[in-house]
């Protein structure tokens, strides 16, 4: 089991240092409490069972606040204003909770911030480098409106939501890179290692090779002399998209072109359209006006070209016009997009609206990912067959050839 490093009041009011094993931090404090403790802080030990140091790299990953830590301290903080702790008590309670160090500290600055007579949102202003300007104005308006934590449920509900889009995202793109791997290892393997061999036993036959046998075979000779060239025209490759990616108008051909391409670009502007209508939702069920809901929305967007396009559209809110319209004149989202926001200014209901539309675009998403694996999956594996076909029909041809030289 885990080893964990705790601090603890005794029934005396003495405090303690101690190291114990348990399966988790909260098991390790229900036993500390049972047996009349308070326990003041529980962490990780940085000590293995045999009392060495753990990696630099698990050092390194315990040093830093994680998503995975705010997602911890969004969803429990608004459980406990639920509940109906004051703020500082629940930071307070918050901190006991956390198992990892810098977890216990970052809630033990806000809590002083708040016992200070900062609000909570001060007190996250003064850390930009782990709560975004969105997650800073959710708080805000939800501290304006009196309803703390209703918005930190809708902030958690909305990292989870944004974590599940990402996390999914990743996990389709994990098959097809392991074939497109497994493709190119087994064609390097085949071209440097199998067909040398079989030639090798028909080179002193006395006669040429068959033409698609000899191509093969040079494939395989330029890849086994020739590797690093390949790896040199590689790096060249990506360090001259990398160039292009990192100045305004090459990014915005390559992002273009993404846009243009027939599946993909319908992925790309699902993907920047549930990103866009999740955070502009959520900030106007907060709360946040337009104008201000409206400049934080456009930072979330990833591609340029419809960034650009909802930089627009803020403008033309700045001047007195709705959202559907410019919207709907961009051209940049989907049009379910615009037409679902026109019907959602009519009936005064956009927050909800857009809230809508954040659902039915992740799961068209998701549905576009399935469909773009199901065509790409088949191409791939039949283009490794084909690959993998050619060879073995140019060694087939080399035996025919050598069979009817000993005839």
Do not use: C
């Not at 079989?198 to 395989?220: C, I, M, S, W």
């Not at 709907?328 to 909800?352: H, M, N, S, Y």
């Amino acid at each position: 089991m885990p080893l964990f490093d705790y601090r603890i009041a005794g029934p005396d009011g003495s405090i303690s240092n101690g190291s114990a094993e348990s399966s988790d931090a909260d098991s390790l404090a229900r036993r500390l409490q049972a047996e009349g403790n308070t326990p003041l802080n529980i962490q990780p030990s940085r000590r293995s069972h045999d009392g060495s140091r753990p990696s630099l790299l698990a050092g390194l990953q315990s040093q830093r606040v994680t998503r995975q830590d705010l997602d911890f301290i969004t969803l429990e903080l608004a459980t406990l204003l639920r509940a109906g702790l004051p703020l500082a008590r629940a930071l307070d309670t918050l901190k006991r909770l956390s198992a990892r160090e810098p977890v216990a500290e970052l809630i033990d600055g806000l809590a002083n911030d708040i016992r200070g007579g900062a609000a909570l949102s001060d007190a996250l202003d003064k850390r930009p480098a782990l709560f975004d300007r969105f997650y800073r104005n959710m708080v805000r308006a939800g501290e304006a409106a009196g309803a703390l934590d209703l918005t930190l449920e809708r902030l958690a509900d909305f990292r989870r939501r944004s974590r599940a889009l990402r996390e999914t995202l990743i996990s389709a793109l994990i098959y097809p890179i392991i074939l497109v791997v497994l493709a190119f290892a087994a064609l390097t393997v085949m071209l440097t290692v199998v067909v040398p061999r079989f030639t090798a036993l028909f080179a002193d036959a006395g006669r040429e090779l068959p033409l698609l046998t000899q191509l093969v075979v040079n494939a395989g000779d330029f890849v086994q002399h020739w590797w690093w060239l390949l790896l040199a025209l590689g790096a060249a490759a990506v360090y001259a998209i990398r160039r292009q990616w990192q100045q305004d108008a090459g990014r915005q051909r390559i992002e273009a072109w993404l846009l243009a391409a027939p599946v993909l670009g319908k992925l790309l502007r699902g993907i920047e359209a549930a990103r866009f209508t999740r955070t502009l939702g959520t900030l106007l069920h907060s709360g946040v006006t337009l104008l201000t809901a409206m400049d934080i929305a456009k930072e979330v967007i990833g591609n340029t070209l419809i960034g650009q396009g909802i930089a627009g559209v803020a403008r033309r809110i700045r001047q007195g016009e709705g959202l559907a319209t410019p919207l709907a004149e961009a051209a940049v989202l989907p049009a379910i997009t615009t037409q679902l926001l026109k019907v959602g200014e009519e009936t005064g209901r956009l927050e909800f609206m857009l809230e809508e539309l954040a659902d039915i675009h992740e799961q068209e998403v998701q549905t576009t990912l399935k469909r773009l694996l199901a065509l790409a999956e088949p191409i791939i594996i039949l283009l490794i067959a084909v690959f993998i076909t050619v060879i073995i029909l140019a060694i087939v041809m080399a035996v025919i050839e050598s069979n009817n030289l000993v005839f």
